[in-house]
Nanobody, 124 residues
Framework: VQLQASGGGLVQAGGSLRLSCAAS????????MAWFRQNPGKEREFVAS????????YYAASVKGRSTISRDNARNTVDLQMNSLRPEDTAVYYC??????????????????WGQGTQVTVSS
């Protein structure tokens, strides 16, 4: 599966951003999709995941209640709506695809396909 992330930018603390991950592939329904984020010198950090076939969603504690992951079957996208952004949300955000069971994983190694990343910067 090929992934293309977009939607990052510069926003003030308290603001919102919507990240989008366009996916292409013939068997998207068998995948789990996720968003991770990474800052220089740090490990890639799990943000949220969703099973493409629907139902299960998981969130990191740091974003739970402020973010919503969703998928749009018509557009073949997985979106991450982020509200009440904080400076500590600043990172490069990556979308990822993995096997369906990986929806419950927070480990980047469980996801085999990655988009190119989109920068999110939250100013204080």
């Amino acid at each position: 599966v090929q992934l293309q992330a977009s939607g990052g930018g510069l926003v003030q603390a308290g603001g919102s951003l919507r990240l989008s991950c366009a996916a292409s592939g013939r068997t998207l329904s068998t995948y789990a999709m996720a968003w991770f984020r990474q800052n220089p010198g740090k490990e890639r950090e799990f943000v949220a995941s969703i099973r493409w076939s629907g139902g299960m969603k998981y969130y990191a504690a740091s974003v739970k209640g402020r973010s919503t992951i969703s998928r749009d079957n018509a557009r073949n996208t997985v979106d991450l709506q982020m509200n009440s952004l904080r400076p500590e949300d600043t990172a490069v955000y990556y979308c990822a695809a993995g096997p369906s069971w990986a929806v419950a994983s927070t480990t980047s190694d469980d996801f085999g396909s990655w988009g190119q990343g989109t920068q999110v910067t939250v100013s204080s």
